[in-house]
């Protein structure tokens, strides 16, 4: 039974309830209680009557009347204000039971005497702090009693109730302790739960004194009253929410901070309500949001404080539920308000950590907060990215650890330290301990590259911090030296190349500031003396230059030389520091002991002494010794011989091998003594016998940098590395080359001997006609690129005023003619004269694009850019090519271009024969395409119809270097198979009567004369010669051309004269047996294309003379400067190099392999089968991409035979050049190769390759059989050409 529905009854009705004598009666044994007893005997006689009411139940109606005189008669003002506190307990004990006896009805009707009794019951509760009081059992059951009957609920009845609450309140929540069991808690709740939730409501006062308890320094005074009030809050949380609120409105947004004490602390209380339940704040909430826009930069700070602990603890899920209040949180990220900005970045941390969804939303205002103007913000920012990172990396996004990444480079010293200090340590978590996997670690791979690269800057700050991050997190200085290497080894392999670049510098710096500190003490050993002190002056300067502060530090460096002066042993330990054999543990030593000298211990922090520790933390070989390399060495030799770890470091073993030995390479300069031992030189000698260049190329620099005592202290070493040194020097790259030289210079002492047997046997210059982009001189580049520059120039120009042009096109002209060696002192290599005849060809053609400087070409000089396409290197005729067909099928270049194709009929691979076919194709298919799509061409018919190609194909035929005697049959031979390369693709179909369109025009040059040597009658002789080939071929070829032309052909006046009255030329300059040879008889026999690109010869030209710097004239007179001499030579020696058998682009010339005819056997197409195979990885475009070269040459077979051939003496020394050999001169050979002739198709000889060997080249008769087998081996599947390139 409680009182929490109970009314008091009228006074009357309880008065009459009284003994019939008028006496109080109390229990049996228990005499009356008055104030004349004594206090023990006063105790003695309530203990009996506490043991009555507790036995006594509701149910005890005659007791209830009995004892109703004694229950009033205990709440008089004797009991409850008497002294004796035991007396005070048990009065209460009393009262408690009697209001459980007669609930629900009191039997005390005066408000005044109930608020006495209840605050008397209050006031005894204070007995329940000491648990070790004899009476703690009484005060607990009172406790329990007035919990259990609610019997604080009587007081709602009361007008000033709520004092009895507040004090109830009060002492509740004081006496609370940890001796407290939760008994004692939980009759405490109910007792205070029921006031509140059965209560009309909470009055301010008694709020406060429940919310005090939260606020923190009453919470760190007593844990236990603010678990009670937790608790209790919890329970009473429906009713108490509106109470809150109310309290919440006045003081934030009604500003009354007078209604209570607790104003102050109101965002202390929010947030401790949060915790508790977020249920109490529903209604405060958007009121934090109204203070969120308060004009106050204070007010806004606190809200922000505030709302940041309940957005970041751990099991909030506000901002989700609670949009609108986080999308204002955010935006005080960007407040005007610096403080709040801070605070801001601030909790940014504590939301990533237990909010990683909130990332996203976080992400923007991180990114602004990056780039604030306020150092402190763009601090906290780092460092709230960072902590969250170190904390788990999946909490960061990429765009995060960006803003860390850009602030490295931030204009404030202190905010670039924390960002690299913070990026080296999730480096060293999460890739070098990998503490959360592979995924991680690939994650923040890119950090290490990033710090490296901050070496580049200017500051000596930002190089000194980047050295003690490498020194303590990228490769930890503290690890065993095998983990330290391997460390080293694979972050090294690793690394991009800038990365790389910023390492080696590092390195160099040190091993440069270490020798400045090494000359130092060798001035400290010289006598004293006035350059001494100067010399010793500059010293220091430089040294200071190295350390943070140069200004400062300067006197501090001076202090140190003073104390290096006065004391010997320090500068026994600094010299043992930095020689060259001091180990890393004796470094460490040598650090430790330095340091403890120049401490001082009345001095905590020391600036001079942290001056000396950035200097020795940076001279000291923490990392590189004997030990080390030896430990570098091993992991090497495990990648050569596969049982490293490579594929798991993210390493493939060819980096790992490649990186490891351009590690050795740099620590060869800066600790070459470190490499002295047999062991390391071993496995150097391994790596120089690897096939990749660049290994080999880096072994040999090591040995360079290092090998300065293996000739007296490891004669075993030095007697396998010279002759490993020799063949790189002879056989190796150029790098390689160069190396060995400087190598065997830098080791050996009898290096003129060594030197002289290298020279010796490379004595013969490199005869390659082609080599890669990256060999080629920059002598040799500088002038392809100025002759570009001159061509582009005079394009911009497209004007001939001041003669340039015509300068340009003799210097273009003799580069030609000199085969690309315009001095002629044969100090140039063939592959770079090959570079200079393919770009004055290409910039012949490029002129001719343009109709200003298309007109002073002359025909001398055309002819000449023309005979590029025969040129004897492949690359130069492959690429010639391309420019040639990209130019025509643009329509970019006039007609007469599109003869020059028909000199391909003589190119050696079909390939080349099949690509210049194809673009015949498609040039003439474009032109007619244009002329049917374009009615206006129809004006242009001269330079657009591909009939017209005619007369420019004779003329330039008649002008082939090769086409000596107009009545040679061979010679006839090859001018038949040009004219039909082109006329085949020309007389495909007859359109508009085409056949009897070009016989005509043939016909009608028979009329004319050779403008360009119109007097010369052989030249004229040599036109209608070709003119003859030309019918004979046309007639034969089709039976449509004896009908009439539809018009007459116009020839072009630069190459022809105009037809002269009365002149007819009716004989035929090729008798009958020559028209029938050439039209039945057999394949001529041919060498192979031995030169090309000749200089024109023709007979009574003037020698060629190169233009004086006062000529200014048109270079009209070409024809007369060539000379006749040169074109002569050519011919002579490359008939001598058909006799031999040269094989193009090749180094050393060898003879032509006989080979008996067997069946089934082409030789030639073995050989052009084999020149695509061996070609097939030299094919370029004007693209730029690089072009690599075959041993063997572009166009030669590689041919592995048993037999023996003729050896009938060396073959000639002769220079070989350029241009095609002349069939007159190979008659000789005619009949002794008969044989082999018979199976040769259109006349072309095979050319074997050379066999290199240490003795000299060897040929032999290749057998039949072994030679059918290569060829189907060696058979690639044939390309397709691509046209469009």
């Known amino acids: 039974m409680d009182f929490s529905t109970a009314q008091p009854k009228p006074a009357t009705a309880l008065c009459g309830v009284v003994s019939a004598d008028g006496k109080i009666a109390y229990p049996p044994g228990v005499k009356e209680i008055t104030d004349k007893i004594t206090t023990d005997e006063m105790i003695k006689r309530l203990k009996m009557v506490v043991k009555t009411f507790m036995d006594m139940d509701q149910d005890s109606e005659d007791e209830k009347q009995q004892y109703l005189p004694l229950a009033l008669h205990l709440a008089s003002e004797f009991f409850l204000r008497n002294p004796n506190k035991d007396v005070r307990l048990l009065v209460a004990c009393c009262l408690a039971d009697i209001f459980r006896i007669y609930a629900p009805e009191a039997p005390y009707t005066s408000h005044d005497k109930l608020k006495d009794i209840f605050l008397f019951i209050t006031r005894q509760l204070k007995g329940l702090e000491d648990t070790k009081s004899p009476q703690f059992n009484r005060y607990f059951y009172l406790l329990e009693n007035l919990a259990w009957v609610k019997s604080y609920n009587i007081c709602f009845e009361l007008e000033d109730c709520n004092e009895i609450f507040i004090q109830l309140f009060r002492t509740l929540f004081s006496v609370i302790n940890n001796s407290h069991n939760k008994k004692v808690q939980m009759h405490m709740l109910d007792l205070m739960s029921s006031i509140i939730m059965e209560g009309d409501g909470v009055t301010q006062e008694l709020l406060d004194s429940i919310l005090i308890n939260l606020i923190p320094a009453h919470k760190n005074l007593n844990k236990q009253s603010f678990d009670l009030a937790k608790v209790l809050l919890k329970r009473t949380v429906q009713t108490i929410e509106a109470c809150i609120a109310n309290f919440f409105n006045q003081v934030l947004v009604l500003g009354r901070s007078s209604v209570s004490d607790l104003s102050e602390h109101v965002f202390d209380l929010i947030q401790e309500l949060f915790a508790i339940d977020p249920h109490l704040l529903l209604s405060v909430m958007p009121q934090l949001e109204f203070k969120l826009k308060s004009n106050d930069g204070e007010e806004r700070l606190a809200v922000v404080r505030l709302l940041a602990k309940l957005f970041g603890s751990k099991d909030s899920d506000l901002a989700t539920q609670n949009r609108p209040l986080w999308q204002c949180f955010l935006g005080r990220f960007n407040d005007i308000h610096v403080p709040v900005r801070l605070e801001s970045v601030k909790f940014a941390s504590h939301c990533l950590m237990n909010h990683p969804d909130l990332a996203k939303d976080l992400t923007e205002y991180l990114k602004v907060r990056s780039h604030d103007p306020e150092e402190a913000i763009r601090h906290d920012v780092i460092v709230t990215i960072i902590t969250a990172a170190k904390r788990d990396l999946a909490l960061v996004n990429d765009q995060l650890l960006g803003f860390v990444r850009e602030r490295t480079l931030d204009k404030r010293w202190r905010v670039r330290k924390e960002a690299m200090m913070g990026l080296a340590q999730l480096y060293k978590k999460y890739c070098l301990h990998g503490e959360a996997g592979k995924e991680a670690a690939e994650k923040v791979s890119w950090i290490k590259d990033k710090l490296l690269h901050i070496y580049y800057q200017n500051s000596i700050d930002d190089k000194l911090l980047v050295e003690k991050i490498f020194a303590q997190y990228l490769v930890p200085h503290n690890l ?438 194809q673009c015949l194709l498609k040039n003439i298919s474009i032109r007619r395409e244009y002329i049917k799509q374009n009615p206006m061409a129809t004006e242009k018919l001269l330079s657009l119809l591909p009939e017209y190609v005619v007369p420019y194909m004779i003329h330039l035929l008649a002008h082939d270097p090769d086409f000596t005697r107009s009545q040679d049959v061979d010679q006839l031979r090859d001018i038949k198979e040009c004219l039909w390369f082109m006329l085949e693709v020309l007389m495909t179909k007859n359109e508009n009567n085409s056949h009897a369109f070009m016989k005509k025009m043939a016909e009608n040059i028979k009329l004319t004369r050779d403008a360009q040597s119109p007097d010369e009658s052989k030249t004229n002789e040599k036109l209608y010669t070709v003119c003859d080939v030309a019918l004979c071929v046309i007639n034969s070829k089709s039976a449509l051309c004896n009908a009439d032309s539809p018009k007459d052909p116009v020839l072009p006046m630069k190459f022809f004269t105009q037809p002269e009255k009365d002149f007819c030329n009716d004989k035929s300059y090729i008798s009958e047996e020559t028209r029938v040879l050439l039209l039945t008889g057999k394949p001529k026999p041919a060498g192979v294309l031995g030169a090309v690109n000749k200089p024109l010869s023709a007979t009574g030209r003037k020698p060629y003379v190169r233009s004086t710097g006062t000529e200014t004239g048109s270079n009209i007179n070409v024809n007369s400067e060539l000379n006749p001499s040169t074109g002569n030579r050519s011919r002579e020696q490359s008939s001598e190099a058909a006799e031999t058998g040269v094989s193009e682009n090749e180094e050393n010339p060898v003879r032509i392999i006989s080979v008996t005819p067997v069946k089934n056997i082409d030789p030639v197409k073995n050989k052009e089968i084999n020149s695509e195979q061996a070609t097939q990885g030299n094919i370029s475009s004007d693209r730029g991409k690089k072009r690599t070269v075959t041993a063997a040459g572009a166009e030669n077979i590689q041919q592995k035979t048993d037999e023996k051939v003729d050896e009938s003496g060396p073959p000639p020394t002769s220079k070989p050049r350029r241009g095609r050999r002349p069939k007159s001169e190979s008659q000789g050979n005619a009949t002794k190769n008969d044989d082999i002739n018979k199976t040769i198709s259109k006349g072309r000889k095979r050319a074997a390759v050379s066999q290199e060997s240490p003795g000299g080249l060897e040929a032999g008769n290749a057998k039949a059989p072994k030679l059918q087998d290569l060829a189907k081996k060696a058979a690639p599947a044939e390309r397709q050409i691509d046209l469009q390139r």
């Open 480 to 917: 065993e030296t095998e983990e330290r290497m391997k460390c080293l080894y694979y972050l090294y392999a690793s690394l991009d190349p800038n990365a790389v670049k910023a390492l080696n510098e590092m390195w160099k710096c040190q091993n440069m500031l270490r020798s400045h500190v090494r000359e130092l003490l060798d001035l400290h050993k010289q006598p004293t003396s006035e350059a001494n002190c100067s010399a010793m002056f500059g010293k220091l300067m430089t040294i200071a230059k190295n350390l943070p502060d140069p200004g400062k530090a300067q006197d501090f460096v001076k202090k140190f030389n003073q104390v290096l002066g006065d004391d010997e042993k320090l500068r026994s330990q600094l010299e043992l520091l930095i020689s060259p054999t001091c180990s890393c543990k004796q470094a460490d030593v040598c650090v430790r002991e330095i340091a403890r000298k120049l401490a001082n211990p009345k001095q905590p922090t020391n600036p001079f002494l942290e001056m000396v520790k950035f200097l020795l933390e940076r001279i000291a070989p923490v990392h590189i010794d004997s030990e080390a390399i030896s430990a570098l060495v091993k992991l090497m030799n495990k990648s050569i011989e596969g049982t490293a770890d490579d594929e798991e470091e993210g390493v493939s073993p060819d980096t790992a091998i490649r990186s490891g030995l351009e590690l050795l390479k740099v620590l060869s300069f800066t600790h070459p003594t470190s490499f002295h031992s047999a062991e390391t030189y071993e496995s150097l000698l391994q790596c120089l016998r690897m096939e990749d260049d660049k290994v080999a190329e880096a072994a040999i620099q090591i040995f360079r940098n290092t090998g300065h005592k293996i000739e007296t202290d490891l004669p075993q070493i030095r007697s396998t590395l010279i002759p490993i040194l020799h063949q790189k020097a002879k056989r190796g790259t150029p790098h390689q080359a160069k190396q060995a030289v400087h190598c065997i210079h830098a080791i050996f002492t009898n290096k003129e001997v060594q030197l002289a047997q290298i020279f010796e046997s490379t004595g013969e210059k490199n005869g390659k006609l082609w080599s890669p982009d990256e060999e080629v001189s920059p002598e040799v580049l500088a002038k392809v690129q100025a002759i570009k520059l001159l061509v582009r120039w005079l394009l911009g120009m497209k004007n001939n005023q001041s003669k340039s042009a015509n300068s340009t096109l003799r210097l273009l002209s003799a580069m030609l003619v000199s085969e690309g060696d315009l001095t002629e002192q044969k100090r140039i290599s063939k592959s770079d004269m090959s570079r200079l005849r393919l770009a004055a060809g290409s910039a012949i053609m490029k002129l001719a694009q343009e109709p200003c400087y298309h007109e002073i070409i002359t025909p001398e000089q055309f002819q000449l850019c023309a005979l590029v396409i025969n040129d004897e290197c492949y690359q130069v005729r492959q690429i010639f090519a391309q420019k040639l067909h990209k130019a025509l099928v643009k329509l970019l270049l006039p007609l007469e271009y599109m003869a020059i194709f028909a000199l391909c009929a003589k190119d050696p691979v079909k390939e080349r024969r099949a690509h210049a076919r």
